[in-house]
């Protein structure tokens, strides 16, 4: 549902632009046809927009505000219960509880939905009866449904409804809803009303149906004056027939928009078509709409993991990889290297066995710990991280240690159980520093109280590891992009460990340029082991083409 929701908002903002647009470029002119199209055809281009997936190599300013929604919906649908023996989840009501307001959002919302679609079904049922309440008559490939009554003219679809005087005088009233039913303006009014149905909410959807109503009027009028009814004639027409309100607003009437701008839009010079040309602007709009949603796409260099390796080997620290951001809790977290770090530190360990479940305990074997399930990870984590402070600040004050997790995971465990467990960490670790912060000094909280991770070597503890047994075997579902000196020079997909590696050799003889990168994507239920395996291949690959680029300055 949070899914949905964001997608609501996406399109919405989208359709605030149509809107905005439209008012600029488009609704004093007097191409109805071509303002219609745009109205229409924009707006079902809102409600596709926000599908077209684009990465970008890094994060701009106007796309964090989407950033932040897409990270809310991934804190929203992470797992918030354990799994129980019968297979159920188990949700605590600490979370229950959480999701209160949600809850209240999606039933006020679902209300207003429920209260639109019923109110245009009522219409259309008042609507087809008085269409079907009389016999019809053919003319001009239409139906006319005749009243010996008084009724205000509307038409739907292929039938219209008028006074049987007017019909029988063949009023211009006749000619303009004619021109309804010719121009298919039905079948507008069943899209907006579509769009209306979930956008309730949004006044400037609202304001889009008044402007396109307005434009079905404009080009019926144009319709009628161009068969050579006399202007004045039917002006004054349309100051007698002012008079009441409008019969239905699904349907298409003569008396349906305001009276003023319709004469004003009758008087007014038609525009040259170079006003088409207009329409071309709507391209950078949209593109840059594109932009907007598009998310950074997370790229690791070979040359990082080379030097990663090299500094790992001569026992220096390792800047920047040991620190997790909160904002940078990607998947492609996991795709860090593994190595020891010579930081000193108090270290919580973090095993993940092949059936996803996590054992945690400080500096000690973690076979002998129990599972820790999901829904007391966050409570255990927060314990172990108060108890590793408070042991620091008694033995160490002043000169306190940051308090990390490493993580060692089978080469059978998923990622993305990895990802998850890490979220539960962070929150942790939130948790923790807010409320040490109350009784120890801030500096020193926040200091040993950085959320830090780095990672071990998967372990294949399991009979059969998950790593890949056969390099030959293609992977399905992982991609790999590679990059010199950020232009995209290849791809891979559903590859082999030997593609990959022959790959790696073509381009390394290929490009010298030191700014050699790639970008890897994986399947959500991927395991450490494959991952692992491909890492591999990628370090082999950069010593390979460092010889390579050796050899040339030698």
């Not at 745009?38 to 505000?65: A, D, K, N, R, Y």
């Not at 188990?90 to 939905?113: I, N």
């Not at 909160?326 to 770090?341: F, G, I, K, P, V």
Request: proline residues 4%.
């Amino acid at each position: 549902m949070i899914a949905f929701f964001i997608y609501m908002l996406k399109s919405s903002f989208c359709l605030a632009l149509l809107y905005g647009f439209y008012k600029l470029f488009f609704a004093s002119t007097t191409r109805f046809s071509l303002n219609r199209w745009i109205l229409t055809g924009g707006m079902l281009t809102c409600l596709l927009l926000p599908f077209i997936s684009l990465e970008l190599e890094h994060e701009s300013l106007v796309q964090s505000p989407f950033m932040l929604m897409e990270e809310w919906q991934e804190e929203w649908e992470q797992p918030v219960g354990g799994i129980s023996a019968a297979g159920t989840t188990e949700v605590s009501q600490e979370e229950t509880g959480h999701c209160g307001w949600p809850v209240f959002l999606v039933v006020a919302y679902l209300s207003g939905c429920a209260f639109v679609l019923l109110q245009w079904i009522a219409g259309y049922i008042r609507l087809f009866r008085w269409i079907n309440r009389h016999e019809y008559k053919v003319w001009n490939g239409l139906r006319w449904v005749l009243y010996d009554i008084p009724v205000r003219s509307f038409s739907w679809g292929r039938y219209i409804v008028i006074n049987r005087r007017e019909y029988e005088e063949h009023s211009p009233v006749c000619l303009h809803e004619e021109m309804h039913c010719r121009y298919g303006h039905c079948y507008d009014n069943l899209l907006i009303q579509f769009v209306l149905i979930f956008h309730w909410w949004n006044p400037l959807v609202w304001k889009l149906k008044h402007e396109l109503n307005g434009v079905h009027e404009y080009q019926a009028d144009e319709g009628v004056l161009n068969q050579g009814i006399d202007a004045k004639t039917y002006q004054l027409l349309l100051v007698r027939k002012a008079v009441g309100s409008r019969l239905y607003s699904m349907a298409c009437g003569f008396t349906h928009s305001s009276l003023k701008k319709r004469i004003s839009m009758m008087s007014k010079k038609r525009n040259s078509k170079w006003v088409r040309l207009r329409v071309l602007l709507a391209v950078p709009l949209a593109a840059g709409v594109v932009y907007t949603f598009a998310r950074p796409e997370m790229k690791k260099t070979v040359a990082d993991y080379s030097a990663v390796l090299e500094m790992k080997n001569q026992g220096k620290e390792i800047p920047g990889l040991m620190t997790q951001d909160a904002e940078q809790r990607r998947d492609t977290d996991n795709l860090m290297l593994d190595y020891t770090s010579s930081e000193k530190a108090y270290v919580l360990e973090l095993y993940c066995n092949q059936r996803n479940q996590f054992l945690f305990g400080p500096k000690n074997p973690v076979a002998k710990k129990e599972p820790v399930d999901w829904e007391t990870m966050t409570d255990k984590a927060r314990k172990q991280l108060t108890d590793a402070f408070v042991e620091l600040y008694s033995k160490k004050k002043e000169k306190m240690l940051p308090i990390v997790v490493r993580i060692v995971a089978d080469r059978n465990a998923k990622m993305e159980a990895i990802t998850d467990a890490k979220q539960k960490l962070i929150k942790a670790y939130e948790v923790v520093r807010r409320e040490l912060s109350e009784t120890y000094p801030q500096e020193l909280v926040d200091e040993c109280l950085i959320p830090r991770f780095y990672y071990a070597s998967p372990k294949a503890y399991a009979d059969v590891p998950a790593g890949v047994s056969d390099k030959s075997i293609p992977l399905p579902g992982y991609e790999i992009r590679f990059f010199v000196d950020n232009a995209e020079v290849g791809e891979l997909k559903d590859f082999s460990l030997d593609e990959l590696s022959s790959k790696i050799k073509q381009l390394c003889e290929e490009n010298q340029s030191e700014n050699f990168s790639v970008s890897l994507k994986i399947p959500s239920d991927a395991s450490e082991g494959v991952v692992y395996d491909i890492k591999q291949i990628l370090r082999k690959g950069y010593m390979l083409r460092l010889n390579l680029v050796q050899g040339l300055q030698n």
